[in-house]
């Protein structure tokens, strides 16, 4: 499906309460066009909530479940084994969770669901932190980003640790598609969540980068550039694992970090230190996803 194909309409309209240039927002509504009408979906609590589905001003066209912030995968596993016994097995099911929904707190719903194959699409919505409630430090969140509870000082200079591949643990469940996106690449994501969608019957997980002007500092305009550069500079792998198989879809030209990171305010603290441990963290993960994808040729 090419962005000319999409249709007009959407299943998650305007009106919604996002900040300006939010990507979750901008993940959700391309998803949606593509999704369609035929679609159940599933979030927990997060910004989408807030922004997209607070009764009554909720911005889905089509029916929306919310429980708990720890049971996305699992929720919308149940909507999905009900609509079976209904004998409806057209519906997509939908999970869209942020990062730390993911990563922390909904992570052992996933991975019971991913290990029982689930009919479920899953998409992250991976914005790298706790938005909705302050801009908190999630597994997602990249090393040295400022956050409010890795806050830059004398003691502590952002987060002391590095980002949880969640891709790479879906990997290791044999879901029977995986796959990472950006809003950078539009073809590339359109044909992602074309085939999570048509792939029917089984587990499927995307997870999408999706830029926050406020939390990551950043200017509102800058979203779709960042989103091509965490690409560039090995940050961030453009992969699909389908049925045992990766295969990487673009290769970064391994621009230095410090393109992307000068062009947010969370990281521009750090030292020349730091930026020379965020580069080889980029090359390292470069080199081991190529590892990865020779293993699973
Ligand atoms: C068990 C539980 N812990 C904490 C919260 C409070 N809480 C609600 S939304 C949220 C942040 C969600 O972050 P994320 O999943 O990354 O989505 P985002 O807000 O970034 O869209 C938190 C901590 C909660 N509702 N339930």
Redesign the pocket.
């Known amino acids: 499906m090419k962005m000319k194909d999409l249709p007009e309409e959407d299943w998650f309209v305007n009106g919604h309460t996002a900040c300006p240039g939010c990507g ?1 927002a901008t993940v959700v509504k391309i998803a949606m066009k593509v999704f369609g009408p035929d679609t159940i979906t599933y979030f ?7 922004f997209g589905g607070t009764y009554p001003l909720n911005s889905f066209k089509v029916p929306y479940l919310h429980v ?3 049971n996305s995968a699992i929720c919308a596993a149940g909507i999905s084994r009900a609509l079976k016994r209904l004998g409806k097995t057209d519906t997509s099911v939908v999970a869209f ?6 990563a922390d ?2 992570i052992q719903a996933l991975s019971g669901a991913a290990e029982r194959n689930e009919d479920i699409i899953y998409v992250c ?1 991976d ?1 790298e ?5 302050g801009i ?1 430090r ?1 597994g ?1 969140t990249p090393f040295g980003a400022w956050t409010t509870t890795t806050p830059v000082g004398s003691v502590e200079a952002g987060k002391g640790e590095y980002k949880k591949d969640i891709p790479r643990i879906m990997m290791a469940h044999d879901a029977p598609y995986v796959a990472t996106a950006t809003l950078g690449f539009i073809p590339d994501l359109l044909k992602k969540l074309e085939k999570a969608k048509n792939k029917k019957g089984c587990f499927r997980y995307l997870q999408i980068y999706a830029p ?1 002007p406020p ?1 990551w500092r950043m200017d509102a305009s800058l979203g779709a550039k960042i989103s091509k550069m965490v690409v560039d500079t090995g940050l961030w792998t453009l992969y699909e694992f389908e049925d045992g198989k990766m295969t990487i879809n673009k290769k970064p030209k391994m621009t230095p970090v410090e393109e992307y990171t000068k062009l947010q305010g969370r990281f521009r603290h750090l030292t020349k230190e730091n930026l020379a441990a965020l580069q080889k963290y980029a090359e390292d993960k470069w080199r081991k996803d190529q590892a990865l994808a020779e293993a699973y040729s």
């Open positions: 979750g927990p609590a997060n910004c989408l909530l807030v708990l912030f720890e969770a942020g990062d730390g929904g993911t707190i909904g919505y914005n932190a706790y938005m909705n409630t908190q999630s997602a926050c939390g």
